[in-house]
């Protein structure tokens, strides 16, 4: 049975930092790439961060790059986020999915339709 569980979210102050996980099971884990997608009300679900499955490559999103990264423990079948200087438009849902895209690196133009397992996302509330 594939499972893949966030967690780590919660409601932080502006600056303020979380660290995001990701729990895969019921799959090759090394097999995939994973990325991280959020979305807040009323808005489509954007592509954050990526890793490739070898850890070759990773991307970020322009609004996040400098505070936020993105890494994986292949022994742990793990992947984390880890936030920092968090802002109130970093509020939303985020969610971890894995693509098993042959191509060796990810990227954050990949179709969210081709990611093939999807966890159940983990709220993150910047607020003061």
């Known amino acids: 049975q594939v499972k893949f569980v966030e967690s780590g979210g919660g409601l932080v102050q502006p600056g303020g930092s979380l660290r995001l996980s990701c729990a895969a099971s019921g799959f090759t884990f090394n097999y995939y790439h994973i990325a991280w997608f959020r979305q807040a009300p009323g808005k489509e679900r954007e592509v954050v961060s990526c890793i490739s499955r070898r850890t070759i490559s990773t991307n970020y999103l322009d609004s996040v790059k400098g505070r936020f990264t993105i890494s994986r423990d292949v022994a742990k079948n793990m992947v984390y986020l880890q936030m920092t200087d968090l802002k109130p438009e970093d509020t939303a849902v985020y969610y971890c999915?894995?693509?098993?895209?042959?191509?060796?690196?990810?990227?954050?133009?990949?179709?969210?339709?081709?990611?093939?397992?999807w966890g159940q996302g983990t709220q993150v509330t910047v607020s003061s």
């Open positions: 999915a894995a693509d098993r895209d042959p191509y060796p690196v990810c990227t954050l133009i990949r179709a969210k339709g081709l990611y093939e397992y």
